[in-house]
């Protein structure tokens, strides 16, 4: 089992910056492969960005270019850096960690792009 708490939402104007933290607890932080999701409202939790144990990632394609996932494994965080923002990324942001057939989530954090 693994607790995940996120933080660093909030409201900023189009063309801002965010950085998202995910912190996990509970069990061995460098075996899970961990990804950030967004949800907004009326619509599917969509894949975002994911980065892999040896620290492989991927992106959707919206936001190439624009966001960066990292890891730092002894402080069991990972985070998502949000640049470039626009209203469309306005959502609830949900961190996830997977190893192999367990999934888990955090309570997510709100980001809300407008001016």
């Known amino acids: 089992q693994v607790q995940l708490v996120e933080s660093g939402g909030g409201l900023v104007q189009p063309g801002g910056s965010l950085r998202l933290s995910c912190t996990a607890s509970?069990?061995?932080?460098?075996?899970?492969?961990m990804g950030w999701y967004r949800q907004a409202p009326g619509k599917q939790r969509d894949l975002v960005a994911r980065?892999?144990?040896?620290?492989?990632?991927n992106y959707t394609d919206s936001v190439k270019g624009r966001f960066t996932i990292s890891r730092d494994n002894p402080k069991n965080t990972v985070y998502l850096q949000m640049s470039g923002l626009k209203p469309e990324d306005t959502a609830v942001y949900y961190c996830?960690?997977?190893?192999?057939?367990?999934?888990?989530w955090g309570q997510g954090t709100q980001v809300t792009v407008s001016s």
């Open positions: 996830n960690a997977e190893y192999h057939t367990a999934s888990y």
């Open positions: 509970g069990s061995i932080f460098n075996i899970y492969k």
């Open positions: 980065i892999g144990t040896l620290g492989g990632t």
